[in-house]
């Protein structure tokens, strides 16, 4: 297979040269007004000003509309209520569970499965839950891992609390759609 270039000095300079910093800074200044999370009329706003912009331009363009299914958590909390009533930080994970403004409360049962040793665990089945768990608040250490939320679920704990290692929280998903 041979590769070839095609090179013409004349149109390269005159297509660089129309290039500015004036379409593209619009649109960033066009998207500073907008927070644009998936699915809100500003996200449409968005797609319609960027469609605008390629038909001012003739360009053709098409717009899909797929079904997609978006998560997007707006806050948690672990309140603890006995023996010591404390409020610790929490981070909810995409596509968890809502439990709207009610909490879940219930009794807390430690459940050792251990953190993910590589990226094959963040997605494979968990370790296996016992049976206790049923009704309960799990307790475990590592991420909200899918395969791991998913043997909760399964097991009927009533809710999971991931205890990961670090400062910050991680942002994950505990979605088995992927």
């Known amino acids: 297979m041979a590769i070839t270039t095609w090179r013409d000095a004349s149109f390269e300079a005159a297509l ?16 500073s007004t907008l927070v644009r999370e998936s699915g809100t009329p500003q ?5 319609d000003y960027l469609m605008g912009r390629l038909k001012s331009w003739g360009v053709p363009h098409t717009l899909h509309e797929p079904v997609c299914l978006i ?12 023996p010591n009533p404390e409020t610790i930080r929490a981070k909810t994970p995409s596509f968890s569970a809502s439990t709207g403004d009610r909490e879940v409360e ?18 494979g089945p968990g ?4 049976a206790e768990v049923r009704g309960r608040i799990a ?3 590592g991420y909200p891992m899918p395969g791991k939320v998913y043997d909760f679920m399964r097991a009927g704990a009533a809710a999971a609390i991931f205890t ?9 998903i505990c979605t088995t759609i992927w």
Do not use: M
């Open 16 to 31: 660089t040269g129309t290039v500015t910093d004036e379409n593209p800074w619009a649109v960033v200044t066009k998207f």
């Open 43 to 47: 996200e449409r706003e968005a797609f």
């Open 71 to 82: 998560s997007l958590p707006r806050g948690a909390g672990l309140r603890v209520v006995s």
């Open 106 to 123: 219930g009794e807390v049962v430690y459940v050792p499965t251990g953190f993910a040793g590589d990226i094959s665990q963040i997605f």
């Open 127 to 130: 370790a296996g839950v016992p």
């Open 139 to 141: 307790l475990t250490e």
């Open 164 to 172: 990961s290692p670090g400062t910050r929280i991680h942002e994950g």
